[in-house]
């Protein structure tokens, strides 16, 4: 039992969940129920056809666990506030013979020393010359975050914020002097999320005391006799696995300051294998997909998978996935750290979210947004949401069938066919793809 490839015959396969229509009847206004419950609804039968496909290729199917009770889910003031556990990839990874899952204790906040971990980053040298040429790349990056919490819309760039941050003679106290005037929960859980290579609040599934949604997924691993590592932040969403070869994405601004420190994380945990770094910011796995040896469908343009991939073909697709629903993400923007249930009945921003979502966005998303984000069954065969004509060649040109399972809500969720699913075994073992590297 082991992963080596994401291309081998997928033999085993983690699925996410989502909650069902009933934890909405809760919601008095109409206008948010029934739009709420209609998703519930479709997001079911979308797994279900995504697991019937599995199963036509003998892939066994572990589902993540959902309680039965909303109550589990809910605050102190009766309102559920915890996404549903719908991305396993999110969290999780099956490189060689081991797991890496969250445990229990996922995200406690005494893991993190929010401060400390900020200096780290900054080289553990607070009394360092704020001018040092040597290490001005990186505080520019730093000093355009800071600025940017404090002027939102971002309109400074790295140069003008970096000149506006060196007049102070004390970094430390101004830092401190800034956590005082901005919101510095952003701040941290940027850095949390930079410390989970992860993207997005931190306070998500697997941060859930009430109940363990991977329950299941302990139980099979364990049944197979597969090595589980808890708790090192390690998930195959910003992870490639290319045989001998791990490339990993830094997933925002903060991992790319501290490289050096995360780079040695990964070189620790995976000395058997040539670990790379590459930026790509958010998850990678909605900018790239690498689809059979030889083969990469990606966002980005063929200069800059080069270095990484070299004497491979990249078929680029411009303007999709993700930039295509930026009106609709700018309007998920403004609903951010709230959730659905009991209460909402007067939550305009909510109701225009899900208006919009099911008037106007989800039979375009169907049609027209062809993701990335798609799951390989072996390397003949891969799971994606639509069509998409370069993409189709690209298939036809490496011997490749493409299944259609539209996974219609997925920006919806933040989610793709690849983010809710995760590989737990696949046939095959360790290759080298890059033999001039070892």
Not at 52 to 72: A, G, M
Not at 216 to 228: F, M, P, Q, V
Not at 298 to 314: M, T
Request: proline share 6%; hydrophobic share 35%; net charge negative.
């Amino acid at each position: 039992m082991s992963v080596y490839q994401p291309w081998d015959k997928l033999k085993a396969c983690l699925v996410g969940r989502s909650y069902p229509p009933e934890f909405y009847d809760g919601i008095k206004d109409p206008a948010v129920r029934e739009p709420m419950q209609r998703v519930a609804r479709e997001t079911e039968e979308d797994y279900q056809k995504l697991i019937s496909k599995l199963e036509e290729f003998d892939v066994e199917v572990v589902r993540l666990d959902l309680s039965p009770n909303k109550e589990d889910y809910e605050n102190h003031e009766g309102v559920v506030d915890i996404p549903p556990p719908m991305c396993p990839r999110d969290f999780s990874a099956s490189i060689g013979n081991k797991f890496y899952m969250p445990s229990k204790n996922w995200g406690d906040p005494d893991t993190f020393n929010f401060e400390q971990i900020y200096w780290d980053m900054m080289n553990g040298d607070e009394n360092a010359p704020w001018r040092d040429e040597t290490r001005k790349l990186r505080e520019e990056t730093l000093a355009k975050y800071i600025e940017d919490l404090l002027l939102p819309g971002r309109p400074i760039s790295m140069k003008e914020s970096y000149d506006s941050i060196r007049k102070r003679d004390d970094l430390r106290d101004y830092f401190l002097h800034l956590m005082s005037g901005i919101d510095v929960k952003e701040a941290e859980n940027l850095i949390k999320a930079a410390e989970m290579n992860t993207i997005g609040t931190v306070g998500k599934f697997p941060a859930h005391k009430k109940y363990y949604p991977w329950g299941s997924t302990r139980e099979w691993l364990t049944k197979n006799n597969i090595e589980i590592a808890y708790d090192t932040y390690i998930n195959t969403a910003s992870c490639w696995r290319i045989g001998k070869d791990l490339y990993f994405n830094y997933v925002n601004v903060l991992n790319k300051l501290n490289q050096e420190r995360v780079f040695q994380k990964w070189t620790n945990l995976f000395p058997e294998f040539r670990v790379h770094g590459i930026d790509i910011p958010g998850h990678g796995d909605g900018a790239m997909c690498p689809v059979c040896p030889g083969l990469i469908i990606g966002l980005s343009p063929h200069q800059f998978y080069k270095a990484s991939f070299p004497g491979w073909e990249i078929v680029q697709l411009e303007n999709q996935s993700w930039a295509k629903v930026q009106p609709f993400l700018k309007l998920k923007e403004k609903n951010r750290g709230r959730w659905w249930i009991e209460g909402e009945e007067d939550n305009q921003e909510l109701i225009d979210y899900v208006g919009t979502w099911l008037n106007d966005w989800v039979t375009y998303v169907e049609e027209s947004v062809f993701d990335v984000n798609m799951l390989s069954i072996d390397e003949h065969n891969i799971i994606c949401n639509g069509y998409n004509k370069e993409a189709f060649d690209a298939f036809e040109r490496y011997g490749v069938t493409p299944h259609i399972v539209n996974f219609r809500h997925r920006y919806f969720w933040d989610g793709g066919l690849h983010c809710i699913t995760s590989d737990l075994s696949r046939e095959g073992t360790m290759n080298d793809y890059f033999p001039e590297r070892s």
